[in-house]
């Protein structure tokens, strides 16, 4: 593999920013030939903007990245490949019709004339799952390949071209504890081969096994870097999430708390996919707050509680009457509204105007004999727009003329005309400006104040807890902790959401 030691990376000042969102911040970051370097950090935090640059996936606006003692500024991930850099990416870059040495050859066959060199293919193929362990048959579809097995293929493709640095992107999200071993087995081979690894992951306890230094970003920001024989769960948490909450939000979190309602939601025992045995409760005007780290299940919860995804076993009880709506529009017609994390894909319709995006859940209503009532619509979007303090200059312009801010007020306003009593928040503040996040702050705790109860989905802990009267922890697909306001702090629901704290039911 070449060079054995000293540095074969430095990030040095990197900034990127989208749109309004400023992604990274002058971010420093170094790796050694031969070293496990784990980067870690709450969602949102920089990590993958950050793999993307160096995986030449995007470009950076400004800073310096010196790969093998030369500045590098890669414009294309064939870019970063041909400089020696493989990128695993969570969800892995497969074909899986294809057998495992077209897999690992993807895009560049031996040939000569035209013709494959079949022999040539087959015995680099073998040699490179030779280096991870693997021995499976070469013409066997990846589709018939564990999900482990699969990740191991992809470890040997990039060794199979000679990659110095491999970036693993939550590498064993996927993974059983057995499967997990193995791939830290192979991941100490490449270390000995002088490979270099960069580890990105949520899983904490298994960062402090694998990694010799741990690296953490918040906010986009470089946080600074410790020692594996430094580190503890509770140091790199702190690290992580050690962040004063912002002054406008103080007066929100206090007058949040326990609310005595009348039970609005109730779900017992509760599967589905990727989740088991669920239960909680949400009260008539209060807000839940649903904490967790990627794949914890939060989302898939509230999927099949609204009728998206179909549930396996378990209860769910609205207003004391049990239910199991098989599609989102009975959901709604029992008056549950949903407001998923991708506005664009699922909630907007980018090219149509403000006013359509408004009132579409609301069309029937509005209709008589198949005609739309213009004047209802027009009368029920614009009372929204003032309520909801939507810029624009007309409710007939395309919402993708729109802030991120103004869209998902747009969102917020379609499901409100429904005028619902329960109502999933999905990420509603991802992507918008720290104003427009103030004014949504204000507008959930108005409806609770009304009487509508919320189930709020967040990755951003500061949001659950200003946001959350109580607050349901999952980590894996099961609920860790319920925890009462007075009870919540950062570290707290970390340690929960990493599976470091043992159950905690209050």
């Not at 870019?79 to 899986?96: F, K, R």
């Not at 799952?129 to 070469?138: A, K």
């Not at 694998?210 to 918040?218: E, G, N, P």
């Not at 992580?240 to 017992?268: D, F």
Request: with cysteine; glycine share 8%.
């Amino acid at each position: 593999m070449g060079q054995s030691s000293g540095q074969i990376l430095m990030v040095d000042g990197v900034s990127k920013r989208f749109g309004g969102v400023q992604a990274l911040k002058a971010v420093n970051f170094d790796l050694n030939y031969g070293e496990v370097h784990a980067l870690v950090g709450e969602n949102g935090a920089g990590k993958s903007t950050l793999m993307n640059v160096l995986g030449g996936i995007v470009q950076q606006d400004s800073g310096q990245v010196v790969f093998k003692g030369q500045e590098v500024d890669f414009k294309s991930p064939i870019e970063s490949l041909d400089a020696g850099i493989a990128v695993i990416h969570q969800e892995l870059a497969m074909l899986p019709h294809l057998n495992v040495i077209e897999n690992v050859f993807m895009g560049r066959m031996p040939a000569n004339g035209g013709m494959i060199r079949w022999r040539e293919a087959e015995k680099d193929t073998r040699a490179a799952l030779e280096l991870v362990g693997l021995d499976i048959p070469l013409d066997i579809l990846v589709s018939k390949l564990s999900i482990s097995q699969r990740q191991l293929v992809e470890i040997a493709k990039a060794l199979s071209k000679n990659a110095s640095l491999i970036i693993m992107d939550e590498p064993n999200s996927s993974l059983a504890e057995s499967e997990t071993e193995r791939l830290f087995s192979v991941i100490e081979t490449l270390k000995q081969r002088g490979v270099a690894v960069i580890y990105v992951s949520h899983k904490i306890e298994e960062v402090l096994q694998i990694a010799d230094r741990i690296s953490v970003l918040r906010d986009g920001e470089y946080r600074g870097t410790i020692q594996k024989s430094d580190a503890s769960v509770e140091k790199v948490i702190q690290m992580m999430v050690g962040r004063e909450l912002r002054q406008e939000t103080s007066r929100l979190r206090q007058e949040a708390g326990t609310k005595e309602g009348a039970l609005r939601l109730e779900v017992r025992g509760l599967s589905g996919r990727r989740f088991q045995d669920v239960s909680f409760e949400i009260r008539q005007g209060e807000i839940v707050g649903f904490a967790g780290l990627v794949g914890a299940g939060r989302s898939e919860v509230a999927r099949a509680i609204f009728g998206a995804d179909p549930i396996t076993t378990g209860e769910v009880r609205l207003d004391g009457k049990t239910v199991r709506f098989t599609s989102p529009g009975k959901a709604i017609a029992n008056g549950m509204a949903m407001i998923p994390e991708d506005r664009k894909l699922l909630s907007l319709f980018t090219d149509l105007p403000i006013l359509f995006n408004m009132s579409v859940a609301e069309l029937p209503r509005m209709s008589r004999y198949g005609l739309i009532s213009h004047r209802e619509e027009r009368s029920t979007a614009e009372r929204f727009v003032d309520q909801l303090r939507i810029k624009l200059a007309s409710v007939d312009q395309p919402v993708r003329s729109l802030s991120g801010g103004n869209q998902q007020k747009t969102t917020l306003a379609r499901w409100l005309a429904t005028q619902p009593k329960l109502l999933i928040m999905d990420e509603p503040t991802h992507g918008v400006d720290v104003g427009a996040k103030a004014e949504i702050y204000e507008l959930m705790r108005n409806l609770a104040d009304q009487g509508i109860s919320i189930m709020l989905i967040s990755s951003e802990l500061p949001e659950i807890l200003t946001m959350s009267d109580r607050v349901v922890v999952m980590h894996e697909g099961r609920v860790t902790a319920m925890l009462k306001h007075d009870q919540c702090d950062e570290h707290t629901i970390m340690l929960h959401a990493t599976g470091m704290a043992e159950n905690h039911v209050v």
